[in-house]
Each structure stands twice: as C-alpha cells, then as structure tokens.
C-alpha cells in the first residue's frame, strides 16, 4: 500500500516538529541544571563578596594585630636605648678628659674634635665671662657666662647634655645679641647637645635656623665615657 505523498509530508513535519520541540525541552531543562539563571549569578556574587569581605576583615585583623606588637616591642626598646643613654649622661655629668674645666658634662676634647672635623683648629678657652650692666642677658645679673668663646674666627657657643624646653637657647640668643653688640662684630654660632626629646626638636632646630645657629649633636666614643 503506497501512502499518498502529502500524507507523508505531513506526517514527516509532524515527527520533525515533535521532535525539535523535544529537543528544545531537553536543553532549556539542561541549561537550568547546570547553569545559573541571573537572578542565581547575582546571589553568588554576593556571596562572594561577602566571603571575601570577611576573609579582608581577618586579614586586617591580624595584620593589626602584629603592628601593635611590633609597636610595643620598638617602645620596650626605645626606653632601654633611653635608660642606657642617661646612664651615659650620668658619666658624663662627672667626667674629666684630663681638662680642669668641663663645660656642661660635655668635654673640652669632645668640643675640640667637632670644630676639627669643621676646619677650626682652635685653642680654646672655656667658660668666659663678661659683664653685662645693662642687663640685656640676665635681668638679675651683670654676670654673664659664654661656654665657648674665640676671637679671629669669631665663634660663639652654648654647650649642654640635655634640654628640655627653649628657654636655654632663647638666653643663648641674648648672648650673641649682648656679645655681638659689644664687640661690634658677627661671630658664628653654635649649639652643642647630645639630647632633644623627640617632642621639643622640631621647635628646637626651628627656633636654631632662624638666628643661624649651627646644631651639634657629638657622637659618643667610647674613648668620651671611659
């Protein structure tokens, strides 16, 4: 029996369609077992994001956590280097390099060496003092004491181990002005220390620039503290 051919075209689109409707059906249930719809994709992200917020959290944390440490463990260190240093001072404060005068702990070959090291072979002479009658220095004193003082090259110094505010530069100051005046001259000017706390020393280099006072901070051999 021989179908008739249009009968069998519409069975053969018929099948087709079925078919691909069929294979259409099993895609899109495919697609959806294993991929994300949209919807699904942002909510991962979020997740993700959250995962990754938290872990930055712990990481930060930590990371915190060590700073502090690592804080601590430099101010321990820092007052050890300090409790050192003021021992060193303490010897200081009683030294004698072998020179009867000693200017504020700070020994005359200490002084000696760091105008060396500037080109000044000087033969000094420490501790002078002058008087002051109209008191531009000190108002209850004529009395004025120069640390270290020399003429051709005119120099002017205040040497000291420690300070603690400005007011001992801002006397030194009224040196130069007192000494300069009566003398009719220009000196060059310098300040010798060996401490500035941290918290005054930014004052204390500012306030030395503007009246052009070269800072001396002398290294310690150990030659200095025996």
């Avoid at 105008?115 to 008191?135: A, V």
């Amino acid at each position: 029996m021989t179908l008739d051919p249009k009968l069998s075209k519409e069975i053969k689109d018929f099948i087709e369609t079925q078919v691909e409707d069929k294979v259409k059906e099993i895609q899109i249930k495919y697609l959806k077992e294993n991929f994300l719809t949209r919807d699904e994709f942002l909510d991962a992200m979020e997740k993700m994001d959250d995962r990754f917020n938290a872990m930055q959290k712990q990481m930060d944390d930590r990371f915190n956590a060590m700073q502090k440490q690592m804080d601590d463990r430099f101010n321990a260190l820092q007052k050890q280097i300090d409790k050192r240093f003021e021992r060193v001072y303490e010897r200081l404060d009683a030294l004698d390099l072998g020179y009867s005068n000693v200017v504020e702990g700070i020994g005359y070959s200490i002084v000696k060496r760091e105008f060396r090291k500037k080109g000044f072979e000087l033969d000094l002479q420490l501790r002078q003092h002058f008087t002051d009658k109209n008191h531009v220095v000190h108002p209850d004193t004529e009395d004025v004491e120069i640390d270290i003082f020399h003429i051709n090259p005119n120099i002017i110094g205040e040497a000291t181990l420690r300070i603690a505010g400005l007011d001992k530069i801002r006397t030194f100051i009224k040196k130069i002005e007192y000494l300069e005046k009566t003398y009719n001259m220009k000196f060059l000017r310098f300040f010798f220390c060996f401490k500035i706390p941290e918290k005054i020393k930014g004052d204390v280099e500012n306030l030395l620039k503007k009246y052009d006072i070269d800072l001396i901070m002398p290294e310690i051999d150990e030659e200095d503290i025996k």
